[in-house]
């Protein structure tokens, strides 16, 4: 049973444009919320992440927003560039206690 | 560079073999963490280990074992290998015992083939 779903596997977008990948999770008790981007051939760096008491996380060009009723959080990426090209995984924890549970990634191709 | 290191970089066995994956963690991190990636899947957390001891528990095959050593860094031992066991093996640490809100760091992984 995945507890957290990216169901892009793919997403190509225009350098310069928004770039927005797709979180969604089915455990209410998820309390806290991370976004990590992996290159080929490393391991997963963390990028952003938010606490459910939030809404909304910006840190420069990245942007998380969370929708609690809708157990849905995106990713903003604006404007892409193409260092971004990467596969970006999203991650939630119930408690600062407990382990993350994983997405499978999206992976996300910036065109020239 | 994250600042853990993974040894080997790849490793080529046959089924049926033992090998061990090391990981030494971040300076001043005392959590380590060991996760499989498996071809297009999402990382699966195995095992964690806080200060020497096992911290929390995955979905670890009874095959595998690991251990943190007293000078933080850990071993991570895969026996009876399958096919199956073929993936990333990626070890991350943290500072503190709790994963939510620690960030981790990851190594750039073990490459492991079993022919």
């Known amino acids: 049973d995945q507890q957290v779903k990216q169901n892009s596997p793919s997403l190509s977008v225009q350098e310069g444009r928004i770039s927005i990948l797709n979180c969604d999770y089915t455990n209410s008790m998820f309390d806290y919320f991370l976004w990590y981007k992996k290159y080929p051939a490393e391991g997963p760096t963390f990028l952003i992440s938010?606490?459910?008491i939030k809404d909304k996380n910006e840190d420069g060009r990245f942007t998380v927003f969370l929708n609690k009723s809708a157990k849905h959080l995106s990713l903003h990426i604006v404007p892409s560039q193409p260092g971004d090209s990467a596969v970006y995984f999203c991650a939630a924890s119930p408690d600062s206690n407990y382990q993350l549970i994983w997405g499978a990634g999206t992976k996300l191709i910036i065109k020239p | 560079d994250s600042g853990v290191t993974q040894t080997p970089k790849h490793l080529i066995t046959a089924t049926g073999q033992r090998v061990t994956l090391r990981c030494s963690p971040r300076?001043?991190?005392?959590?380590v963490y060991w996760y499989q990636q498996s071809l297009d899947q999402g990382l699966q957390f195995l095992i964690q280990y806080y200060n020497g001891e096992e911290r929390a528990k995955g979905n670890i095959l009874e095959r595998f074992s690991a251990q943190q050593f007293p000078d933080l860094h850990s071993e991570l031992n895969l026996s009876s290998l399958e096919l199956g066991d073929s993936a990333l093996y990626f070890c991350?640490?943290?500072?503190?015992?709790?994963?939510?809100?620690?960030?981790?760091?990851f190594g750039a992984g073990t490459r492991l083939s079993v022919l």
């Open positions: 938010i606490s459910s």
């Open positions: 300076s001043g991190d005392l959590s």
């Open positions: 991350a640490s943290s500072v503190g015992p709790g994963a939510g809100q620690n960030i981790q760091y």
